[in-house]
């Protein structure tokens, strides 16, 4: 997820909104140019692109749809890196996003790859908590639902790191959301689940603010600052709530340490992605968040299989092959 690189008042947003929306690289006149030329010389109606810099990657680059306009953006974005550095410029961003030498036709490597590295560990633990037996149990089917939730997420988020397209940044970002916001509904479960009532009416309030914003999300006019503070705020509001019952139960539950570790170096990890600093050797500030949080699901759903089996002892447990 990326954001906009200052706060501005609302009135300022609305007066510069088309300035604001792009970044340093794309408004400058040099790659302007260099995309002008390049879609005359080289687009067709088909959408060929004929440089020869391209015909390495291009049958990876047709089968994830970049079109000839695309590339020549892609080797204009890097035309342009060359120019800004020869006049001892910073690296800048163009259309939002730091420049990454694509693989393979995918567009941000690093990013695609951690990703895919969270969604390994989510589903290795997922294995686990599948060996509990489920026997129609609401409290163990939450934990499956969250589970496939997050699991969502990922596919998603590799998905929008390999091709960055309108509809697959709303997937990204939408998924990304149900991912904070079911940890945090989690939480509330967890901790009011002998007052249903009250959990209920959060539950609902809860998914019915993630629907709207979903939609928002989906009219393509997104606030990025925004969307990052809807993040930021049910992640901190569910992060408290789980330290909050861990500390409670530290004594009870000896494996509360698990949940808040887990926690704790999520809330630390998260400080990677607000660096937003320039990819080094093909990292940035965002695929090192990706990376760093990758081990932590094996920490929290340990602990949440050994709450289940605390809380509900006379569930039986499938022994492992």
Request: aromatic share 16%; with cysteine.
């Amino acid at each position: 997820m990326y954001k906009f690189e200052h706060n501005i008042s609302i009135f300022v947003f609305i007066l510069f909104l088309p300035f604001i929306l792009s970044s340093d690289g794309d408004r400058s006149p040099f790659y302007q140019n260099c995309v002008k030329s390049c879609s005359k010389a080289n687009c067709t109606l088909e959408g060929a692109f004929q440089e020869d810099s391209a015909k390495v990657q291009d049958k990876w680059n047709r089968l994830l749809n970049w079109s000839c306009n695309d590339e020549c953006r892609y080797q204009c974005m890097w035309r342009a890196v060359q120019a800004f550095q020869e006049r001892g410029y910073q690296v800048p961003k163009f259309h939002g996003k730091w420049p990454f030498k694509r693989i393979l036709g995918v567009q941000e490597p690093a990013s695609a790859f951690a990703s895919l590295l969270n969604l390994i560990t989510h589903m290795y633990m997922y294995s686990k908590l599948q060996e509990i037996s489920v026997r129609s149990t609401p409290h163990v089917l939450f934990w499956h639902a969250f589970a496939v939730v997050c699991m969502n997420a990922w596919i998603w988020s590799i998905i929008f790191h390999t091709r960055d397209t309108a509809f697959t940044e709303f997937m990204d970002y939408a998924c990304a959301l149900s991912m904070v916001m079911s940890l945090f509904i989690a939480a509330v479960v967890r901790i009011l689940y002998r007052r249903k009532k009250l959990a209920a009416i959060l539950l609902f309030l809860t998914l019915a603010y993630y629907v709207e914003h979903a939609r928002y999300l989906y009219s393509g006019r997104i606030d990025y600052d925004y969307n990052m503070r809807v993040n930021i705020f049910f992640g901190a509001a569910g992060s408290l709530l789980w330290l909050g019952w861990a500390w409670r139960a530290r004594r009870a539950r000896r494996y509360a340490w698990r949940l808040a570790a887990s926690t704790l170096l999520s809330a630390a990890a998260l400080a990677l992605e607000l660096l937003d600093f320039p990819p080094r050797r093909g990292c940035d500030a965002h695929a090192l968040w990706h990376f760093s949080t990758a081990p932590l699901p094996l920490l929290f759903y340990r602990f949440v299989i050994d709450d289940v089996k605390y809380s509900m002892p006379s569930l039986s447990i499938k022994k492992s092959t």
